[in-house]
């Protein structure tokens, strides 16, 4: 069977509307339904809660308790499978788990080499809390493997609240995002790629629940208005990056899902409310412009929120139609083939009617893709506003981000510039004066990072998971043979990859949507840093985590050497080696979790110190110490207790504090620059030193558009250097009167003998 075809199995009767979303198809007791709709809520609310606490992951506190969170959560789910957890069952997934703590050790150790250390420790404790909530999921599959439609509908829940309250943001601006000028939708995250990611995740899950033939009829019908307004949120958000990661998701989806009428349907009703919607968000001006008063933006906020509502209300009637419609006439085979052969025909027309359009334009067919792509790859290329031109617009700065990244890579080809590095070491080689944290790309960012070990890490890392993913989903019906059945070539069969039909249960539907959400979170990772954003990455690791684990489903035929090793599954006792485990688990959350804690801790010691500096010089002093002793490879920390002791009239030890600092980071123009401030009165031609090796590290720090712009810190640089030179040749001047007054001392001297 090829994946285009259609379904084995018969369509089952849809359950009635007091049942919840089952993996099977059945009816089930109240004591099921009640903990379908408790893990669901649970997973809606946990999702939600990192979203909105966390939000982009740029704030040191909000991320430290997330992850110390996150990482305890999951460890308990962790001794939890290991104690209760059913034996006798093989432990799916461990390969990709092993690959990302290899992954998560390496972003650790390059801590020693790293030209940003504290960055990098801070980047450990973040991979930390993801390969937590990885090895939380395959245990949470391994406890409740049919669980899974309520770990979806969560997922589903969680993405409709957030897009829901980004669109708010934008209908009662006055109320919930009075500061915000921009036209985008950036809010919980503060990042509107986030925010179109997050609909692109949901609008995948929406597919799932409004095509799958068993399950809540009226759920089924909330499928509608739900991706309407995950369609619209992704619009209003200009991200390009979303629309092209959902496009891929959608294309993979009908490839390899066999709902394709359901799914068009669905996908056709709710793309034309929320396009319609969105066109009239567009051609209103206080709602697509920038830097518009907020009594315009609130009036025309109202008025958008009219235009959801009633958009919200046509698409639910529209749902409960459709499954009216097709539950009591359902299409026959040949309707459903033509309907197919239609939309394929519809698809090409479109693609045909592009292509001409782009033949009769003034570059023609060929000059528009060659105008587009350089548009694309050219990293002086003007970004495009922030306006909903940007939809069509190619050019982006992210070609900009890729060649300093692929620049930093080439100064550290094996180990790159050290975890979270990217931000000091790319300094060296931009050519503008705009700040970045992240290279917007995972492949340049894991090169300039971690170099080719970390991208080797990270490939195995996709390879095992794939073929870990492949299990409970098949994608394309084929699997590859047993290793034993493949060395040996039994049977006279061809070895390795093989075809392998499998019925398309309800699960295997749930798993194959997973599948594809996965895939829109991966190919917008290509694009932008939203891995950095636990809101999305803790999503995409949770569904990753469930198909690794999951395994075989349940009535796949299984090779003779898996069926031969498994015993049966059973609930017994746990064993002491079990309880061990679990306590080692505990143990190792613990340790992590303190070591993302201290971040944290001396941020807050410091800032008691300054706030003690004041009043209690001694106190100060003291909470600077603990700031150091806390995080040791923080130079924030170092540049607080130089200050102090300087204050506290010890210049020496705040001198040599700030030399430790410079060695600590040498590659850091930071405190090379701070220590060049120190020695201006001090030791002037010291200073120029310094002053030189922090412009070397960061030559835009002095660049001609920035001085012309009066930057304070451009301006504060340029006026120290000038200073230190000024201060020098007064030295030098004062040397050489002295000299020549010691001279003619000399010569006086002499004429006197």
């Not at 008063?293 to 009633?310: D, S």
């Not at 290329?381 to 981000?401: D, F, H, I």
């Not at 080719?452 to 019906?477: E, K």
């Not at 040996?488 to 309800?506: C, E, I, K, L």
């Amino acid at each position: 069977m090829s994946a285009l075809a259609e379904p084995t199995e018969r369509t089952p009767a849809r359950a009635p509307l007091s049942a919840p979303i089952t993996g099977a198809g059945s009816t089930p007791d109240a004591s099921e339904r009640m903990w379908l709709w408790l893990i669901t809520g649970l997973t809606a609310a946990v999702m939600c809660t990192i979203t909105f606490y966390a939000t982009g992951g740029l704030n040191l506190e909000t991320m430290t308790f997330t992850e110390m969170a996150l990482t305890l959560g999951s460890a308990a789910l962790v001794a939890v499978a290991l104690i209760i957890g059913p034996s006798g069952r093989r432990r799916y997934g461990m390969w990709p788990m092993c690959f990302l703590l290899a992954l998560t050790a390496l972003t650790a150790i390059s801590v020693a080499w790293s030209v940003q250390p504290d960055e990098s420790w801070r980047d450990a404790g973040r991979m930390f809390a993801y390969s937590a909530v990885f090895g939380g999921s395959l245990a949470l599959v391994r406890i409740a493997p049919t669980r899974w439609p309520a770990i979806l509908g969560g997922l589903v829940l969680a993405s409709v609240l957030v897009c829901g309250y980004a669109l708010l943001t934008k209908i009662f601006p006055a109320s919930l995002d009075a500061t915000d000028t921009y036209a985008r939708l950036q809010e919980p995250f503060g990042y509107w790629n986030a925010v179109g990611l997050t609909a692109a995740m949901g609008a995948i899950g929406c597919m799932w629940l409004g095509a799958r033939r068993t399950g809540h009829a009226l759920l089924t019908a909330l499928a509608y208005p739900a991706l309407g307004l995950l369609l619209l949120t992704l619009v209003l958000a200009y991200s390009r990056g979303a629309l092209a990661a959902l496009l891929v998701g959608l294309v993979l989806w009908f490839v390899i899902v066999p709902l394709r009428l359901r799914g068009a349907a669905l996908l056709a009703g709710a793309g034309i409310a929320a396009a319609l919607a969105g066109a009239w968000d567009f051609k209103t001006h206080a709602l697509s412009a920038e830097s518009v008063e907020i009594a315009q933006r609130t009036t025309a906020g109202h008025q958008l929120g009219v235009v959801v509502l009633v958009m919200l209300i046509v698409l639910l009637c529209a749902g409960v139609a459709v499954g009216f419609i097709t539950d009591r006439h359902a299409p026959s085979a040949l309707a459903r083939r033509r309907a197919g052969a239609t939309i394929f025909a519809v698809m090409a027309l479109a693609a045909l009617i592009f292509a001409g359009a782009l033949a009769h334009s003034q570059r023609g067919l060929t000059g528009s893709i060659s105008h587009a792509f350089n548009a694309l790859t050219d990293p002086n290329a003007k970004p495009p506003p922030n306006t909903p031109g940007r939809l069509t617009a190619v050019a982006s700065v992210r070609a900009r981000y890729w060649k300093e990244a692929l620049q930093v890579f080439e100064a550290h080809p094996v180990l790159g510039a050290g975890a979270d590095g990217y931000r000091t070491a790319r300094l060296r080689y931009r050519t503008e004066t705009l700040e970045v944290r992240h290279a917007h790309g995972f492949i340049v960012q894991t090169l300039a990072d971690l170099g080719l070990v970390g991208l080797l890490i990270a490939l195995g890392l996709l390879l095992t998971w794939m073929a870990a993913a492949g299990r409970p989903t098949h994608p394309l019906n084929r699997r590859w043979g047993a290793w034993s059945e493949w060395l040996r070539m039994r049977s006279g069969g061809r070895p390795g990859w093989r075809s392998s039909p499998q019925p398309y249960s309800p699960e295997r539907i749930g798993m194959l949507s997973m599948l594809c959400l996965v895939v829109v979170f991966g190919a917008h990772s290509l694009v932008d840093w939203t891995w950095y954003v636990p809101g999305d990455a803790c999503v995409a690791l949770l569904c990753a985590g469930w198909l690794a684990g999951r395994g075989e489903l349940a009535g796949e035929p299984r090779s003779p050497e898996v069926t031969a090793v498994e015993r049966p599954l059973r609930r017994g006792r746990p064993s002491r080696t079990r309880f061990a485990l679990a306590c080692v688990a505990i143990a190792a959350a613990l340790l992590a979790v303190w070591t993302q804690w201290q971040p944290q801790r001396s941020e807050e010691a410091r800032a008691q110190a300054l706030a003690l500096l004041a009043t209690d010089p001694p106190g100060a002093l003291r909470a600077a110490d603990s700031a150091v002793s806390r995080d040791p490879l923080s130079v924030e920390a170092l540049f607080a207790l130089a200050g102090i002791e300087q204050a506290t009239g010890s210049p020496a030890l705040a001198h040599a504090t700030l030399q430790h600092a410079v060695r600590l980071q040498p590659s850091n123009p930071e405190t090379w620059l701070t220590l060049a401030r120190y020695d201006l009165k001090r030791d002037p031609s010291s200073a120029i030193h310094e002053l030189q090796a922090s412009i070397y590290l960061n030559p835009e720090s002095i660049a001609p558009e920035a001085l012309a712009s009066h930057q304070r810190e451009a301006v504060e640089i340029y006026n120290a250097y000038i200073e230190a030179i000024r201060a020098e040749a007064a030295v030098s001047s004062a040397n050489a009167s002295r000299a020549r007054a010691d001279a003619g001392v000399r010569r006086a001297a002499r004429r006197r003998g």
